[in-house]
């Protein structure tokens, strides 16, 4: 920081007069660079309206907001916590909008579940009546009341048919009791948490189903963000913020459930390898190693996030420094896989906070560098693939949505917009920067006082060019949403052949993004049903060879943030739609080729016994 | 062999830099830093040959480049190369009276916060959550500052900022932890310990230099007040050429009544 030296004025002469003005123009052109790099940059449409007529033209798609045309009114409410932590509530009662989609009723038509977080709210189960409208029936089924007092509030939710009796149950992680529901036929839902083996209480923010030991029956990972112990009604002191905005190492637990196979679970975390204490708020499961069982990554806000190899079923060891994908502490808020590239292998979608001049976290692209069966190793390409900077990102999902054979991104943004645009970015980052007996009292917090912390930002679209770079396209496609995001997930609700976009706000309305790609992209969907696996079949890979390309896809238990896809595997196949072959991967190991099946058609898959 | 005393401080600052990376991965990364390095370094050769046809001083080009990948937080790497370089070009294009006047490494974070705040923001986070990085930061700064002599000027800026912290208490309402909680992070650290004593861009008397140290806690709690989040260097910024331009006019009118050569300014041996 110091300079030492300067030294003597240079003898005058004209060369040197003429080189001292020649440093001045060089040095006035770089400071004017970054002027110039986000001006020339700004290729992207982010902020160009378009006509859905143009966009589909332009780009192959485009998305309608149509929540009150299909029925749908939810607004997620935010808890109202101890009120020693009244000054800073939106910041800490920051989480709870979720959506998780699942075929509850077995009918075909994809359902929704929402949850909502204030003490009293009812969450919703949003059934498709598969004519364009949707019916909560969640008070009905027995799955609306789960938010009180003295059993917490809803963090999100995952579907998963755990007792493999072919109706997907639904397991509702909270800041409280976790609960999980039984499906009986589709025509309602029995609570049978007490054969969990979870403690009575826990502060959850994300959950994946997936069958870790390949017995055929699914176990859940539970990821914490608080330690059980904390229970945010009845504080006994202001001690709950982390203890660092990097390193913070005093979060909950997280857990793994070992389903035994009789409808009871074993928590078996610790002994499987689980056992740091971070802030956990997403996971997301598959098999990163291809050895043919799924690894668990796991999103840690407050520090470095962390990589879960499977060995066999026997254990998890964690990998997230040797693999790069540790290195660094940010903000770990989602994860995704997907398979960007089409190259048949796993990238990875972290979000981050980036907010200009203040901190710049960047989004994480990661996209494996190493081969079948070598230890894992990744690098981060999001800034070269222009999906770095997002916002305050929280969930995110890739999908096809213009059918084009490649996987475009949907992130949502925004952490809390106030009743004033005024910042608290100023009293965070004076506070976060200090020493952790500052920062973890909430008492030395300077009040919010209406203040957003990066409130009012727009989702982002970013639309795959062939896997070269991606493109904004968010408000040109018809997104405008500022509210602050939370859980985005894709189903195909009207069994078109396209990718929907539900998206869950934080203290805002669920908005239900009807989504028209250009017919002349051809698409295939496949459902697949376990017999030796998991009856779900989560965890099974399909990979669809056409074009001369392979493109990825696997049966999800839970990803992104507080969000499940819909189970059914959904490809785009661009212009000249004809299938080479499809090959199954089942999570039981069992390999299954289909020979060129028919385009724009939802076919059914069972495993071979 | 004699050791030489100006290798104190980059020894120090890239002990401190490996230190915390190695324990907090606090780094980009190490390309990071070999940009930032290898940016200054060949600026300083390039600009000191070719502007003053003098053998170029690398021990400030490579503490420049090392305070750069410290205290710059991007996940691109060009903010890297560019602040470096433009730290460096400013002591030779931004002169007066034939001395820079801008604190390098202050100038060249300044300008990427001003002019590419969408992919640049300065470390604002405590290196791990223990207080031993702390107190290795000031252990290591204060033997470099004390064997620089520039103690005072650390010591006069950390109790103005303790004094103005109460202050701002007073008229926020925040508490005192709360205003006082930037200085026990590192970038204060390194800010109060290294950048704040440069001897070639802070006035040559003691006491100039303390009330200097003052008057920028003062700016910067100015700054602060206006909730402007990265007021040290901001009030660095404003405060340093000032000061450095006021003791350059007072010098000429002192010398101009002595009607004899001033003496050589001790920065610019």
Not at chain 2, 249 to 265: F, M, T, V, Y
């Amino acid at each position: 920081m110091s300079s030492h030296v300067t030294g003597a004025e240079p003898q005058s002469s004209v060369p040197r007069r003429l080189l001292r003005a020649l440093a001045g123009v060089v040095f006035v052109a770089l400071l004017a660079a970054p002027l110039g790099m986000r001006h020339f940059s700004a290729e992207d449409d982010a902020g160009a309206v378009a006509s859905a007529s143009v966009a589909l033209e332009r780009y192959g798609f485009a998305l309608e907001e149509v929540s009150q045309a299909a029925g749908i009114d939810f607004t997620h409410r935010p808890p109202e916590l101890d009120a020693k932590l009244r000054a800073i509530m939106p910041v800490v009662a920051a989480y709870g909008a979720s959506v998780a989609v699942g075929d509850f009723d077995r009918d075909g038509w994809q359902d929704l579940y929402v949850t909502t977080s204030a003490v009293d709210g009812r969450n919703a189960l949003y059934r498709n009546a598969g004519d364009g409208r949707f019916e909560d029936v969640a008070a009905r089924l027995g799955v609306a009341d789960l938010n009180a007092r003295d059993m917490g509030v809803s963090m999100g939710a995952v579907w998963g048919d755990y007792d493999n009796d072919g109706y997907e149950d639904l397991f509702v992680y909270k800041w409280g009791r976790p609960e999980l529901l039984h499906n009986d036929g589709g025509r309602g839902f029995t609570r049978v948490s007490d054969g969990l083996g979870l403690p009575s209480w826990i502060n959850a923010n994300t959950a994946v189903w997936f069958d870790f030991d390949s017995d055929g029956w699914l176990d859940l990972f539970v990821g914490c963000f608080y330690p059980a112990s904390v229970d945010l009604w009845h504080l006994p002191n202001t001690r709950v913020m982390p203890e660092s905005f990097e390193y913070a190492q005093d979060g909950g637990r997280n857990y793994l459930l070992r389903n035994r196979g009789d409808g009871s679970f074993e928590e078996v975390g610790e002994s499987m390898g689980f056992r740091t204490t971070r802030w956990t708020l997403a996971a997301a499961a598959a098999d990163v190693d291809h050895d043919g069982d799924p690894d668990l990554f796991v999103a840690n806000d407050f520090g470095v996030n962390e990589l879960y190899v499977n060995e066999s079923g026997r254990r998890f060891r964690e990998v997230g420094r040797e693999s790069g994908l540790a290195r660094t502490p940010k903000s770990g808020m989602n994860a995704s896989f997907g398979d960007a590239f089409n190259r048949g292998e796993w990238t990875l979608y972290v979000s981050n906070i980036s907010e200009p001049g203040v901190l710049i976290h960047g989004n994480d692209l990661w996209v494996p560098t190493h081969e079948a069966g070598a230890a894992p190793d990744y690098r981060n390409i999001a800034g070269a693939l222009g999906v770095e900077l997002a916002g305050f990102a929280f969930g995110a999902q890739f999908g096809d949505l213009n059918n084009d054979g490649w996987l475009d991104l949907y992130v949502t943004n925004g952490y809390v917009s106030g009743e004033t645009r005024d910042s608290y970015w100023y009293d965070y980052a004076m506070v976060t920067s200090g020493h952790r007996n500052i920062i973890a009292d909430a008492d030395n917090w300077p009040a919010m006082r209406g203040r957003s912390l990066s409130g009012y930002q727009q989702d982002r679209v970013w639309l795959n060019r062939g896997g070269h770079r991606f493109r904004d396209v968010t408000r040109a496609v018809g997104v405008a949403n500022a509210e602050d995001g939370r859980a985005v997930a894709f189903v195909d609700l009207w069994n078109r052949g396209v990718l929907d976009a539900v998206v869950a706000n934080q203290r805002g309305p669920l908005l239900v993004h009807r989504t028209t790609a250009t017919p002349q992209h051809g698409w295939v969907e496949f459902e697949l049903e376990g017999t030796r696996s998991n009856r779900s079949a989560i965890g099974a890979e399909v990979r669809l060879y056409a074009a001369g390309q392979v493109q990825l896809r696997q049966v999800e238990g839970g990803n992104g943030f507080a969000a499940q896809n819909q189970r059914r595997l959904h490809y785009g196949l661009g212009p000249a739609p004809a299938i080479d072959s499809v090959v199954v991967r089942w999570p039981s190991g069992v390999a299954q080729t289909v020979l060129a099946p028919a385009v724009n058609t939802l076919h059914t898959l069972t495993e071979p016994e | 062999m004699r050791y030489d005393r100006r290798l104190t401080s980059p020894l120090l600052i890239t002990l401190i830099l490996i230190g915390a990376h190695w324990s907090f991965g606090m780094l980009r990364g190490y390309e990071a830093v070999a940009l930032a390095v290898a940016s200054t370094v060949a600026t300083e050769l390039a600009l000191r040959r070719l502007l003053t046809g003098q053998s170029p001083q690398l021990v400030s080009a490579y503490i420049s480049g090392i305070s750069i990948s410290i205290l710059v937080r991007s996940p691109m790497l060009w903010p890297y190369a560019l602040g470096a370089v433009l730290s460096v070009m400013s002591k030779y294009v931004l002169r007066a009276k034939g001395r820079h006047i801008w604190n390098p490494t202050n100038f060249g974070i300044c300008a990427l916060l001003f002019l590419a705040p969408f992919a640049v923001a300065p470390l604002s986070v405590q290196w791990g959550n223990n207080l031993w990085p702390m107190l290795v930061i000031w252990g290591v700064g204060l033997i470099a500052v004390g064997q620089a002599k520039r103690a005072h000027i650390t010591l006069a800026y950390v109790a103005a900022f303790f004094i103005f912290a109460l202050v701002r208490s007073q008229i926020t309402g925040s508490s005192y932890a709360a205003e006082v909680a930037p200085i026990t992070g590192p970038m204060y650290q390194l800010f109060a310990l290294f950048m704040i004593t440069d001897p070639k861009t802070t006035v040559s008397s003691t006491w100039g230099a303390v009330a200097v140290a003052v008057v920028i806690a003062f700016v910067e709690m100015l700054f602060r007040l206006a909730e402007v989040i990265y007021a040290p260097f901001y009030a660095l910024f404003f405060v340093g050429p000032v000061a450095l331009l006021i003791e350059l006019k007072w010098r000429a009118g002192s010398s101009a009544r002595h009607q004899e050569s001033p003496p050589p300014l001790p920065v610019e041996r």
